[in-house]
T-cell receptor, first 111, second 115 residues
Framework: KQEVTQIPAALSVPEGENLVLNCSFT??????LQWFRQDPGKGLTSLLL???SQREQTSGRLNASLDKSSGRSTLYIAASQPGDSATYLC??????????WGAGTKLIIKP | KAGVTQTPRYLIKTRGQQVTLSCSPI?????VSWYQQTPGQGLQFLFE???????NKGNFPGRFSGRQFSNSRSEMNVSTLELGDSALYLC??????????????FGEGSRLTVL
């Protein structure tokens, strides 16, 4: 059974720092991995989608990597800003075409 | 271009009642998927509809059901509500079936409280 883990559960850093969020999964048979952000009381916003054949994707200050063999993905945020404060979730599309979600990392960027 | 619209945004029900939630996808999107989010279990996949057909279903009891109409709008229904059904219910739309790895666009959710 696929399980997705995100560490740490919460992270607080000063504005301007670069940071890395981690996501691990137990079964390497995935179709893709996606990173989302969720603001309080809101739905989810898709940030990056990495297909199983890809190693990384970039969008602006965000870079996500995928290592299927080790069951790991990282989301790198450069030059963090207070507006980056949110909960970040990763999800893998498993062999049953179902999205399996991590519990999220709550990120706080201090001005 | 309008985003994904979910109604109602908030509702309160009592145990044993039933509830129907609605989701209008982005214009042109044919896939709608539903998710339950709770503090204890996190996000869990409920089901996915594409072209009025249920394409996939998560591990939820039969009290949870859904449907999709010809205009791609979708509804989900929960019958015989239990306290544990209190959650944020999110729907997402996509141009293609999730199995084809389309990008997902989420609504703001319907927050259900069961008393």
């Amino acid at each position: 059974k696929q399980e997705v883990t995100q560490i740490p559960a919460a992270l607080s850093v000063p504005e301007g720092e670069n940071l890395v969020l981690n996501c691990s999964f137990t079964d390497s048979a995935i179709y893709n991995l996606q990173w989302f952000r969720q603001d309080p009381g809101k739905g989810l916003t898709s940030l990056l989608l990495i297909q199983s054949s890809q190693r990384e994707q970039t969008s602006g200050r965000l870079n996500a990597s995928l290592d299927k063999s080790s069951g790991r993905s990282t989301l790198y945020i450069a030059a963090s800003q207070p507006g980056d404060s949110a909960t970040y979730l990763c999800a893998v599309l498993d062999s049953n075409y179902q999205l399996i979600w991590g519990a999220g990392t709550k990120l706080i960027i201090k001005p | 271009k309008a985003g994904v619209t979910q109604t109602p945004r908030y509702l309160i029900k009592t145990r044993g009642q039933q509830v129907t939630l609605s989701c209008s996808p982005i214009s042109g999107h044919r896939s709608v998927s539903w998710y339950q989010q709770t503090p204890g279990q996190g996000l869990q996949f409920l089901f996915e509809y594409f072209s009025e057909t249920q394409r996939n279903k998560g591990n939820f009891p039969g009290r949870f059901s859904g449907r999709q109409f010809s205009n791609s709008r979708s509804e989900m229904n929960v019958s015989t509500l239990e306290l544990g059904d209190s959650a944020l219910y999110l729907c997402a739309s996509s141009l293609v079936e999730t199995g084809n790895t389309g990008e997902l666009f989420f609504g703001e959710g319907s927050r259900l409280t069961v008393l």
